[in-house]
């Protein structure tokens, strides 16, 4: 938009108490400006420069409710930059003064002369835009330094190249602290061997008023060397003078080191091509020996592959050299072969992790492995090369040990129900309902499983308990109660403190499976979310097949009977979202109760 015809894009408040004077000026106005808002009064004008926020506010002075100047005063502590014409007769010079006091400059005198009042208008509105253009220059100038500042090294320095800006990264790079390199030179970080001619070329340059670009060797403040890709340039002011000078660097210490790196491998050990070509060679039989690896083409066919890997997947008969790599992992492994390691490829980027495989016989081999691709001269992938660290055994004995770790806690539970003259079925039962109603409720399977693993604990506190109280066949005394009510926190004191999380899963159900979702439980009085989801949970299997069950104390009870218990302690004893998911799936849960019933009990 030009600012010829700002005017028309302009929004403006016109307030005056005379009719007829403002019927008239109205007419007028309403084909000039973009939006018009008319008000009789200062107060009118005000609420609707509040709600409308106009460009432009055009008032008379004296006036019923509220007057033009108390309105205008309003305005512009909502506002300071409001742009406001008053006006005003002749003989109204107080009220003008008043009007200058309070910020205001542009006045149109009545009876109001069109041309005049029109130019203030056209002024006034080109004034608004220019403004506001200034305003997002100033915005979208920030956001540039913003974003220059977060992905480069920049400083300013003045015209006699003393610095006078230096960000974070420049600070971080350079060991220097903003104090530090304000005010010096950027000889801070020279590094000795850049001679003299070289910063003189720099200087020639921009003091002839062009840009620069080169790569620069500094030193930081511990000594080290560090290289940036820079860019100066001299800033100019109206004159064509060099006000002062800004410099963007990028951080390329990596790459050059890399650089040296790679110049030194291939030219400190290797005379000639001859050797060069020797040593690859050597290289590679002693990889096909000594290594566990293989080469694809980008199709996944194998092109090579060393004995080693040979032998661990038992493919002597069949492999040559058109076999498919897939062919080699197990079935739920290709998705992440085909997507995963794909994509990570095809970018130019190595993927490691471990991989399923199989051997001939159909047995399962845990790989670690890594996928590198292999690029020509143009930087176009040629070849896979797939290394890998044989992992099976350490997964086979971590089996092992996780298989001991449920076997010893399940037993150390069915010891804790033994002591109480109950089944070690229950713990069994328990272990299954809690995995299921964690699964049902979305943790994850391996959550799941450490639940199920951990639960058969939930009573173990229960050792502690006296045998006369915890076999007693009636009802415990008020105090006996008690005392039977310390085993939670018993099995807690038992577990915790473990260095190994399934330990520390039975510590927290052991403590939280008697907690009620209505704080009525025991022993911390949790309530609601308070209480751990693996208390929350196991409190309902626990219940649930406690209740299905013969006790010393009661006989088991029909399952609709405990369904109405459910239903009426949602809320209260129960988390009422985990009883709704149990409701939901109560078929799959009565099939874990029949199957590890002994006595088949409803």
Known sequence: MTLDNTLKNTTLLYVEDDQLIRDELVEILEDEVANLYVATNGQEGLDLYKKFRPDIILTDIRMPVMDGLSMSQSIIDINPDAQIIISSAFNEAEYLLNAIKIGIHYYSLKPINLEDLFNNLDKTSKNIMISKRLKEKEKLLQQYKSEVDKIAIVSKTDKNGLITYANKAFCDISGYSEEELIGNTHAIVKHPSNNDSFFKDIWETILDKREWKGKIKNKNKNGDNY????????????????????????????????????????????????????????????????????????????????????????????????????????????????????????????????????????????????????????????????????????????????????????????????????????????????????????????EAEEIKMASPMHDIGKVAIPDNILNKPGKLTSEEFEIMKEHAQLGHDMLSGSNQPLLNTASIISQQHHEKWNGSGYPKGLSGEDIHIYGRITAIADVFDALGHDRVYKKAWPIENILNLFKEESGKHFDPNLIDIFMDNLDEFLSIKDCFSSDKTQ
């Open 227 to 446: 290289f940036v890709d820079s860019t100066i340039f001299p800033i100019l002011n109206d004159s064509g003078e060099i006000e002062e000078f800004i410099s963007i660097r990028k951080d390329i210490t990596q790459e050059e080191r890399y650089k040296q790196n790679l110049e030194k491998m291939l030219d400190v050990s290797f005379e000639s091509l001859e050797s060069k070509k020797r040593f690859i060679d050597e290289y590679e039989n002693a990889l096909q020996n000594n290594s566990l690896f293989c080469k694809t083409n980008q199709d996944g066919t194998i092109v090579s592959a060393s004995k080693h890997f040979i032998e661990l997947l038992d493919i002597k008969e069949q492999f040559n050299s058109s076999s498919l790599y897939l062919d080699l992992v197990e079935d739920s492994e290709i998705d992440k072969l085909n997507i995963q390691v794909r994509n990570s490829i095809n970018t130019h980027k190595t993927w490691a992790g471990i991989v399923k495989h199989k051997n001939s016989k159909g047995e399962t081999l845990y790989l670690q492995s890594s996928y590198i691709p292999i690029t020509d001269a143009k930087s176009n992938i040629i070849e896979v090369m797939c290394l890998y660290t044989d992992l099976t055994d350490q997964h086979k004995l971590n089996k092992a040990i996780l298989d001991t770790q449920r076997e010893v806690i399940s037993r150390m539970g069915a010891i804790g129900e033994t002591r109480s003259k109950e089944t070690g079925d229950h713990v069994k039962r328990v272990a299954e309902y809690s995995k299921l109603l964690a699964l049902k409720y979305g943790l994850s399977h391996k």
